[in-house]
């Protein structure tokens, strides 16, 4: 167990649909970066927060938002869904600005847009 | 080209194997390179750093080429329990971790 959690585990949405992911982050880390990882591809960075700021974003359109909380844990919001927005959503906590600390992902969030 | 490349498999190897997994990454400044290791619909998990001066963990070793951009995993002794994906990282200067699409293990008795 890494601490991190993310809620719901599986979510089914309609396309055009609005949808938003939660994150609990490891005690004591205070940032929090979110992944995409489509089926047999390996996880994308979508954007991090540090200190309830936005703090670097990946090739993902403004659809995808998100925010932190004062207690760190954040959400991942995703307007006018796409087919292609169906992958497994990762969240995964950390120290900041130290290169080489290792990042501890949730247990992810599945979900399906038909 | 993509940032992180790596060989997606699979790597289908009987128990007591040594594999090997490679990968590149094309940005010059990318600081620091991990291998983490995911179960079939589990979230990833890290598996090791990787230095320059190579390290090993147990039956694990792992390699860094700066010059090439090219880092490795050796895997000695496979066990069932290793079958996996191995996922290759590199913390990029922005400090985001970019991953490969993975290498997929099967270890068969």
């Known amino acids: 167990e890494t601490g991190v959690t993310q809620s719901p585990t599986h979510l089914i949405k309609t396309r055009g649909q609005q949808v938003t992911l939660r994150c609990s982050s490891q005690?004591?880390?205070?940032?929090v970066s979110w992944y995409q990882q489509a089926l047999g591809q390996g996880p994308q960075f979508i954007f991090q927060?540090?200190?309830?700021?936005?703090?670097g974003r990946g090739n993902f359109p403004p659809r995808f938002s998100g925010l932190q909380f004062p207690n760190y844990s954040s959400e991942l919001n995703v307007n006018a869904l796409e087919l292609d927005d169906s992958a497994l959503y990762l969240c995964?906590?950390?120290?900041?600005?130290?290169?080489?600390?290792?990042?501890?992902f949730g247990q992810g969030t599945r979900l399906t847009v038909v | 080209r993509k940032e992180v490349e790596q060989d997606p498999g699979p790597f289908n190897v009987p128990e007591g194997a040594t594999v090997a997994f490679n990968c590149t990454y094309s940005?010059?400044?990318?600081?620091?390179f991990f291998w983490y290791r995911q179960d079939c619909r589990k979230e990833p998990k890290l598996l090791m750093s990787?230095?320059?001066s190579g390290n090993e963990d147990g039956r694990f070793t792992a390699q860094l080429n700066r010059a090439s951009q090219y880092i490795s995993l050796l895997i000695r002794d496979s066990k069932l329990s290793d079958s996996a994906t191995y996922l290759c990282?590199?913390?990029?200067?922005?400090?985001?971790?970019?991953f490969g699409t993975g290498t997929r293990l099967q270890v068969f008795p």
């Open positions: 940005n010059s400044a990318s600081q620091s």
């Open positions: 927060y540090y200190r309830e700021e936005e703090n």
């Open positions: 995964a906590s950390s120290l900041p600005g130290a290169m080489n600390t290792e990042a501890f």
């Open positions: 005690s004591g880390h205070n940032t």
């Open positions: 990787v230095y320059s």
């Open positions: 990282v590199v913390n990029s200067d922005t400090d985001k971790l970019i």
